[in-house]
């Protein structure tokens, strides 16, 4: 049975999954228990290599320098530890997004636009992350500044499994769970592996059940049965793609959320389900943990 083909979002990261990011998350699930069990000490190095070769190999030579001039520049204006100024540059570099000549010039280093999309969406994921590791440099006094280096910038950048499309986790909290040692358990760590993968398959096979059966976008984009349905029919029109658009961030949060607890990290919470929301005003708050935590610092 053919699918809904108007969720642009859904198949654009299905596709690039299954082609490749999937493929390079296992590569990182394989370095971190590695340097897990064997170097315990250069596990944010290794993953930050690893990060970095994974960016290249997807990005190419220049989408990698792209974002890390991002963050050598996002780097530099927080020495002179202001906030305001840190916002005005992060605003600043993703305005150059918009800017036609330099969208031109993208353009030109990819052969599709999905690679010149990737792109995008993972500079704008990567700024915000500049400016959450910039404003953590802004707030912390001289005493604390060598736990922000710029090394560590780059390990919390070029850290694989949010690096795409997040979820985000500021700074402070990535670098004290990343510089935590524990003790290693081969035997934990595959049955958190084994219940995270069969959860996230499970949101995966509801998700397209709903995008194969539902239609609700493509009913969206056709103006004559909306014209024709009564108020009880839009209502659960708009029920129904509010619940696919949470159990779609269940499977795209879910799947980096797993490789950070495998990680030893803790992930920001899965997005909570819509229907238990009286208020759409605070949707945001529960949904999106990881960006409310960064916009309420």
Request: overall charge positive; charged content about 15%.
């Amino acid at each position: 049975m053919p699918q809904d083909p108007m969720d642009f979002e859904w198949s654009y990261w299905i596709e690039w999954g299954r082609e490749h990011i999937l493929w390079l998350l296992a590569g990182h699930l394989l370095v971190s228990q590695v340097s897990r069990l064997l170097v315990e000490k250069y596990k944010p190095w290794c993953l930050m290599v690893y990060g970095m070769s994974a960016c290249w190999l997807l990005l190419g030579i220049k989408g990698f320098a792209l974002i890390l001039l991002h963050a050598t520049i996002s780097f530099a204006v927080a020495q002179f530890q202001l906030s305001l100024l840190t916002w005005l540059c992060s605003l600043i570099l993703l305005s150059t997004l918009r800017i036609p000549a330099v969208e031109e010039a993208k353009r030109k280093w990819y052969d599709t636009e999905n690679e010149y999309y990737l792109l995008l969406f993972t500079v704008s994921v990567r700024c915000l992350f500049c400016t959450s590791f910039s404003l953590e440099y802004c707030w912390h006094g001289p005493a604390q500044k060598s736990s922000h280096s710029f090394v560590w910038m780059l390990a919390y950048v070029f850290y694989y499994p949010t690096f795409h499309n997040g979820p985000l986790m500021n700074f402070n909290e990535f670098s004290k769970q990343m510089r935590r040692q524990e003790a290693f358990s081969l035997k934990t760590n595959l049955s958190i592996l084994i219940v995270g993968i069969i959860r996230i398959f499970f949101w995966w096979c509801l998700a397209e059940l709903m995008i194969h059966l539902m239609y609700i976008h493509a009913l969206y984009s056709s103006a004559p049965p909306l014209e024709a349905a009564s108020y009880w029919a839009l209502g659960g029109l708009a029920l129904a793609q509010v619940l696919f658009f949470y159990v779609k961030y269940l499977v795209l949060y879910g799947v980096p959320a797993l490789l950070l607890q495998m990680d030893g990290l803790k992930p920001p919470a899965l997005p909570c389900c819509v229907s238990l929301m009286h208020s759409f005003t605070k949707m945001w708050r529960s949904f999106d943990v990881g960006l409310h935590r960064f916009l309420v610092r």
